[in-house]
């Protein structure tokens, strides 16, 4: 079975190990936990990952990374 997940840059680091690589399912549910790629801590809601992609990044670097790796033609 292929894995229905995929993966997301957000501004805001994992509080446990500072990576901003999120996993999310693919689905997009509102309600759907996002998670840290590295150690699988559950950082919130697929509706606040949304809201802080569409708020943006403090820092124009930050925001150009996060916008190569979320690109959609993976």
Partial sequence: MPDLSEDLR????CPNCGSHLYRVSGAH????????ASCNHHLCSYEEAAKMLKEGSSSES?????????????
Avoid at 10 to 13: G, R
Avoid at 29 to 36: A, E, I, R, S, T
Avoid at 64 to 71: A, D
Wanted: aromatic share 0%; glycine share 0%.
């Fill in 62 to 74: 930050e925001a150009l990374i996060e916008k190569v790796v979320n690109r959609n033609d993976k």
């Fill in 29 to 36: 549910n509102p309600d759907d936990k996002v998670v840290c």
């Fill in 10 to 13: 957000l501004p805001e680091a």
